[in-house]
């Protein structure tokens, strides 16, 4: 099993508050990743990380933004939520290794905007 | 930009039925995996495909990747209630680690 935490796994908060979803793994592993995911739907990339201090915007635009200051530490804020950032947020983290390159996710946290 | 197109969406079977759902992508993948997610879970690695026209099997799933690299497959042979979930295909072109995922397919097993 892996190693990577998401917290809080749920929220609910209302128009234009400022929130940070927080993502941890304990692997080591080098890339990190964000997906954006609706209920019964597919993942959406928005951002990823191949080391720290290297940060890239995924395929789908997102309003948020992420740092990855440590190897372990990839979270994503949020400045001013809104209802149209209502989803599930999903994290995810991989290392090359004997040539899989195999994502590992967290839980997930399920963002609710009133 | 690449795109991963999997059918069907939904897929609903009697229990000891056969299920399969398809991937194709706009452009040849360097490797392609196979993950699935439970209902109210996250998603879950089951295989990564990396060879033109692999083929492997992990008991009663059966991973293909086409011989262009464009396409693949996931079989289930007699399904069983513990199999519902989506499976997602995922592709990866290029050098880069970065994963495309297709829309998945939605198993419900009726038991």
């Known amino acids: 099993e892996a190693d990577i935490y998401q917290t809080p796994r749920y929220l609910v908060i209302g128009t234009g508050k400022k929130i940070t979803l927080e993502c941890s793994q304990t692997?080591?592993?080098?890339?990190m990743y964000w997906y954006q995911q609706d209920p019964g739907m597919e993942l959406h990339l928005i951002h990823y990380s191949y080391g720290v201090n290297s940060t890239e915007k995924g395929d789908l635009s997102s309003e948020s933004t992420v740092s990855r200051i440590r190897t372990e530490h990839f979270p994503l804020t949020l400045e001013s939520a809104r209802p149209s950032h209502t989803s599930q947020y999903l994290c995810?983290?991989?290392?090359?290794?004997?040539?899989?390159?195999?994502?590992?996710f967290g839980a997930g946290t399920r963002l609710s905007v009133l | 930009g690449q795109q991963v197109m999997q059918i069907p969406q939904y897929q609903h079977v009697q229990e000891g039925e056969d299920f399969t759902t398809y991937c194709n992508s706009s452009t040849t993948l360097s490797n392609i995996q196979w993950y699935k997610q439970r209902p109210g879970g996250h998603p879950v690695f089951l295989i990564q495909l990396v060879k033109s026209g692999e083929v492997k099997k992990q008991k009663r799933l059966t991973f293909q990747f086409g011989e262009a690299k464009k396409n693949s497959s996931l079989h289930i042979t007699a399904t069983q209630t513990t199999d519902v979930g989506t499976y997602f295909c995922?592709?990866?072109?290029?050098?880069?680690?970065?994963?495309?995922f297709g829309k998945g397919t939605l198993l419900t097993v009726n038991p």
């Open positions: 692997m080591g592993h080098d890339k």
């Open positions: 995810a983290s991989s290392e090359l290794r004997a040539g899989l390159n195999i994502q590992y």
């Open positions: 995922a592709g990866s072109g290029g050098s880069n680690y970065k994963l495309t």
